[in-house]
Each structure stands twice: as structure tokens, then as C-alpha cells.
């Protein structure tokens, strides 16, 4: 026989600290006789404490006269209880106030079930740095296709003038601030093991792209890589000046119409300095040169049908969205042409003036652009209306379109929506309405990407080149507790305010159930800034 004690220690691994009396270990020592060649089972009474995310250190010591041998293990403690976050958005407004009150809780807490684990408030007072974030994404896409060529190099030279231009944005980068993603910075999904989910992948790719910003404030590189992105663009333009998908490949009347419409953004940014436009001159000439001939073989074609078929024929609506593109380019390039339009551009351009009420919003919009620039100002006042009343508006989403995705070019909303604040504010809407319009793409935006590197470079110009400026903003939101003790909030609202994240200016205050005073649910919020928050 062989007879001892055996004893059992609790400790939390995390902080080494003994844990015994909180699991009511109050015995701690248990008696044990065992024969020869056998084992014993020992029995300890436990009362397991609620410690949610405890991981729990257990010794197990046998002592049998001058032997004695033991186990330390590990075990994590999982609550039989769920963790629930409830949130509520709030929006702002440039310069709106907000009352929120304590209801909710108030409810909550009148569950018996309920426990406070932490009440947060986080803001973005400058919701359009999200935006900028995405150049990166352009810059980086891993694919070589002519359309992602260009808006590479859409990427680099925006990237580089805002960089460069904006000193708010240029000192956050030489500061090498956190300018994360919001889904990064909060903590409570990452307790919810997002990590599994594709939106934590999407925060990941949104931080990283955050930190290749950095790379614009090297100009001498970046010149380098917009030069080079020049030459593989000329490389891919064929003698008859058009350019295919991808090298060696079937000229293409959308992508090279494409690639003109990109070099028109950038000039229309004043982005296309004099070395810039030297060199892209000679391409877009020839690429006009290519989609002039284009129209005038498609029209050809159409005459030839009629001659077989009726002359009435021609009277049809024969305006397919790549003409309506065309128009829509050819009209805004007169910079780069070398002669006028042919017949083409009149007998498309006419067809637009009276088949327009059977177009899609998008394809609405590239027809008011167009007959904005020829002045035809009674065609163009009707879209407008027609425009205008087909939107809708709320205070949270701003101006919008009721837009069916679709597998087309001109079915992507985020593009519809660029090409309305282009349109809205090149026909002298009020800042206030392009800013309705802009508001839809940054609510759209939020934490996710945009789904294509066109969605993408279409919804950057949009909101960098319209509207009220945003990126210079210095504003922030100001959140106050009027029923509170200030010696409940003042420091943790302090210290959430010192860590802002530069650029977007996003901030997060938390109090554990400790901390947690009700009073804290009753908040007036203010947004002081030019953007909404």
C-alpha cells in the first residue's frame, strides 16, 4: 500500500495570481491510499466562478513520504453565457448636433440576464480619408491589363499631387501615424474572432494599403513610375492608335475610348503637367484618331442594312452604350484631336437627343455630359428633371439611384454614382447637393473596398474633385455627458482624443463594467468639422 496527500492549486496564468478561494477551493488537500499496481481516483469540490476569457493554470502535487510527483496544465474557462454587442450608428453631419439617449440600456439592463462588459463610443470625424486609402489598391493590383495600367497610373499621379499638396495628409505620413482600418481598431470584433471572416481579410488589405501611402511621398520614385507606366501604355497602343485588353491582343473600342476618358480625369484634375502632356499627346491623338474611324465603320455598317432592308431603318434607335461612351468622350477630347468629328458623331449625337428617355441612369448621365458640352440646354434640362426625379434623399445616405448591379460596364453603381457628381457639379449644382451625392459613395464605402479598380479610380476623382474640400478638414466630433460626473469620462475621453488616428481622425473610448456609470448612455454628440462624421 502507499498512502499520501494530494493537493490542488489554482492560479490565473495570465497574471500568476492564486485563484483558489474565487472556485471555492476550500479544501485543498485530499487523503489517498493506493495497493500496488493500481491508480486512485480523488474527487475536489469546485464551484466555478463567472470569468469570462480566463485561462486557467491548474497544479495537481502527490506527496507519499519522501516521494511526490505533480501536473501543471492549462484550461481555458468558457462562459455558458453569450457575448452580444449591440451597436447604434451615428451620423453627422457638417456642423449637426445629436441627442442620444439612455433608453436602450435602460431596457437592457431590465433583463434579468443582463451584464455590462463594455460600453465603447468610437468616431470618424473624416470619413473621406477611407477613400484616398484605396490608391494604393489601384497602384498594387497585381494584374497588367491596359485598363488597370492606366488607373495604376490614375493611382500614382493622384496619390502623389494629394500627398504632396495637402500638408495635413503629408505630415500623418512622415509621422508614420496609425492610419488603419476602422475594423482593425476596434477591439471587440477582434474578441469575436473576425479573423475568420472575410471582413477582418478586407481591415488587413486596408491597413496595408494605409501604409503604402507612404510610398508617394518619395517623388522622385514615383516620377519614375509614372514614366514607366507612360511607356508600357505606348507599348500597347497599335499603328492605327488603338489599344487591346492586353498585349498582342484584338484592338478594343471600349478600352481604348477607356483610356482617353482616364487621361481627360487627370487633366481634368490639373494633374497633367507639361512633361506629362508632352509625352501623352502623340497617344491620344492617334487613340481619337482610332474611335473616330470606329464610329464611322459602325454607321457605315448601319447604312449598308438600310440600303437592303428600308430607309427607315436609320430612324431607329440604334444608340448601343459604346456610342453613347463615344459621344461622351469624343465630346470632352477636342484637345487632343486632329481633326472634327465625322458624320458619325451628328447621327449618334441626334439619336441621343431623342432616344435618351430609354437609357439607364448611367448611360443618362454620359448623354446630359455630352449635350452639356454642346450646349444643347432644352434636351439637356429634360434629363436633368428626369434625373432628378428618379433620385432619392435621406439625411443618413444622402442623394441616390435605385441601381441594379449588372455584369456591363455601365451597371456598376459606384460608377453611376461618380457620374452623377460629375455631372451635377460640372452643370452648377450647389455644393450642398454634389455633397448629397458624394455622401452615397463614402456611407457605400465605409469598411469595405470598392469592387473594381474602375468603381474604385471613378469613385476617388468623384470625391477629390467635387464638392466641398474634405481631405483638409479639422474638424472633430465633440461627445459631452450632461448628466455624468465629469471624474466618470474626463480622462478616458482625454486619452481616446490624444490617440486619434491622423488622417481620418478616428478615436474610441471605452469603460469596462467597472467603470461603467449609466449616466455615460445619455451623450450629446457635435460634429465641428467641414465633412460628414
Not at 385 to 394: G, I, K, P, V
Not at 505 to 510: D, I, L, P, Q, R
Request: glycine content about 6%.
Amino acid at each position: 500500500l502507499l498512502s499520501g496527500v494530494a493537493r490542488l492549486y489554482f492560479s490565473d496564468a495570465l497574471t500568476g495570481k492564486r485563484i483558489d478561494e474565487a472556485f471555492g477551493l476550500s479544501a485543498q488537500q485530499v487523503s489517498f491510499t493506493t495497493k500496488a499496481g493500481q491508480s486512485d481516483l480523488l474527487e475536489w469540490t469546485l464551484k466555478v466562478p463567472d470569468l469570462p476569457g480566463l485561462l486557467l493554470q491548474y497544479d495537481v502535487v502527490a506527496i507519499a513520504g519522501s516521494y511526490s510527483d505533480g501536473e501543471r496544465n492549462l484550461l481555458p474557462v468558457l462562459s455558458n453565457r453569450t457575448l452580444v454587442t449591440e451597436s447604434r450608428a451615428v451620423f453627422l453631419r457638417p456642423g449637426q448636433k445629436k441627442e442620444i439617449g439612455p433608453d436602450r440600456i435602460n431596457e437592457l439592463s431590465e433583463s434579468s440576464g443582463f451584464a455590462m462588459h463594455r460600453f465603447s463610443l468610437e468616431a470618424t470625424p473624416n470619413p473621406v480619408w477611407y477613400a484616398i486609402q484605396t490608391l494604393p489598391y489601384l497602384n498594387e493590383y497585381p494584374f497588367d491589363c491596359t485598363e488597370q495600367l492606366l488607373n495604376k497610373l490614375f493611382a500614382q499621379v493622384t496619390g502623389s499631387a494629394i500627398v504632396q499638396s495637402n500638408p495635413g495628409i503629408k505630415k500623418v505620413l512622415e509621422s508614420r501615424e496609425t492610419v488603419g482600418s476602422p475594423l482593425q481598431l476596434n477591439e471587440e470584433l477582434k474578441t469575436s474572432i473576425l479573423s475568420e471572416t472575410p471582413w477582418v481579410m478586407d481591415a488587413l488589405k486596408e491597413t496595408r494599403t494605409a501604409a503604402d501611402l507612404l510610398k508617394f511621398l518619395d517623388k522622385q520614385q514615383t516620377r519614375e513610375d509614372i514614366l514607366k507606366l507612360l511607356d508600357k501604355l505606348a507599348e500597347r497602343q497599335s499603328p492605327s492608335g488603338g489599344f487591346s485588353w492586353f498585349p498582342g491582343g484584338q484592338e478594343s473600342w471600349y478600352v481604348t475610348q477607356y483610356t482617353v476618358e482616364g487621361f481627360l480625369r487627370l487633366e481634368d484634375m490639373g494633374l497633367l503637367d507639361a512633361e506629362l502632356s508632352e509625352r501623352v499627346t502623340p497617344l491620344l491623338t492617334k487613340a481619337i484618331t482610332f474611335i473616330d474611324a470606329e464610329a464611322e465603320n459602325y454607321l457605315n455598317e448601319l447604312k449598308k442594312i438600310a440600303h437592303k432592308q428600308k430607309k427607315r431603318f436609320l430612324k431607329e434607335d440604334h444608340l448601343s452604350p459604346i456610342l453613347i461612351h463615344y459621344l461622351f468622350v469624343r465630346s470632352h477630347a477636342g484637345q487632343w484631336e486632329s481633326s472634327r468629328p465625322g458624320e458619325a458623331y451628328t447621327f449618334f449625337l441626334e439619336q441621343a437627343e431623342k432616344y435618351w428617355p430609354e437609357k439607364g441612369i448611367y448611360r443618362m448621365g454620359l448623354i446630359a455630359m455630352t449635350l452639356h458640352r454642346e450646349n444643347n440646354s432644352k434636351v439637356l434640362r429634360e434629363i436633368m428633371r428626369t434625373l432628378r426625379e428618379q433620385s432619392f434623399t435621406n439625411e443618413e445616405m444622402g442623394m441616390y439611384w435605385k441601381n441594379t448591379s449588372g455584369y456591363f460596364w455601365y451597371q456598376d453603381p459606384i460608377e453611376t454614382q461618380a457620374l452623377m457628381i460629375m455631372l451635377f457639379s460640372e452643370l452648377g449644382a450647389p455644393e450642398a447637393e454634389t455633397d448629397e451625392l458624394r455622401l452615397w459613395l463614402l456611407k457605400n464605402k465605409q469598411v469595405r473596398q470598392w469592387r473594381s479598380t474602375k468603381a474604385t479610380a471613378a469613385a476617388v476623382f468623384a470625391l477629390l474633385n467635387y464638392g466641398t474640400d474634405w481631405t483638409n478638414d479639422n474638424g472633430t466630433v465633440l461627445i459631452t455627458f450632461p448628466e455624468a460626473d465629469s471624474a466618470d469620462y474626463r480622462a478616458t475621453m482625454d486619452n481616446a482624443l490624444a490617440g486619434a488616428s491622423g488622417g481620418s481622425g478616428y478615436f474610441k473610448a471605452s469603460w469596462d463594467e467597472a467603470s461603467f456609470k449609466p449616466e455615460l448612455a445619455d451623450m450629446k454628440w457635435e460634429n465641428t468639422g467641414r465633412s460628414p462624421a
